[in-house]
């Protein structure tokens, strides 16, 4: 379970994902060893209070939960996807967003951080460019990165594994299979190497990526 910090030449520092953090969740699934994602920033140098955008991939728990451990960002998240699983109350319309998250991402949005994706392929910071991924949940998304050199996919949950590259297969949770495949096949075309696609859970990343090490992989 991973977060992903992009460090921006202007001075952004934006998350893909926010991980999660309330107990309840630690203690369900025990993950050993867990840092917050608060913590796992810190580890790459940025205090919470520093992030200025967290891009949500999906609602699910391990994804979504996190955001009120960054104060000041601005939250993106897919339309289609916030307006199928929640109101403006926080209300939960349909299920796969925990009722304590729809809270909090309804708060955030009568903050007016919420900043609604219409679609698919919007740059909606420079550099970085959403994607409508795979029917994993109602509307996800998958992000691009510009670097000074390449293009890097953070494929978040559409794709799991490295495995479901290698062997075109889609990931165990989704509601189309053949969407998500068509997710990863264009990932193909947009990584400027195929070791760039970056799966969302996947251990192997810390092995590919050893550096700096500590639980922080730098992608480059």
Known sequence: MMVWLLKGSDGRKVLVDAGFHRDDFVQRWHPNPFATPAEAVARAGVRPEEITDVIISHVHWDHLDGIDLFPKARVWIQREEFDYYLDSAGTVKNRAIDPGDAK??????????????????????????????????????????????STVVIASDNMYLYENLARHVPIAQTLDSA?????????????????????????????????????????Q
């Open 104 to 149: 909090v991402l309804a708060q955030i949005a009568r903050e007016g951080r919420v900043m609604l994706v219409d679609g698919d392929a919007k740059e909606i910071i420079p550099g970085i460019t959403v994607y409508t991924g795979g029917k994993h949940t109602f509307a996800s998304q998958f992000a691009t990165v510009h670097t000074a050199s």
């Open 179 to 219: 969407s998500n495949l068509r997710a990863q096949t264009r990932m193909v075309t947009l990584a400027s190497d195929p070791r760039l696609i970056v799966p969302g859970h996947d251990p192997d990343v810390f092995v590919r990526f050893p550096s700096p090490g500590n639980g922080v992989a730098r992608i």
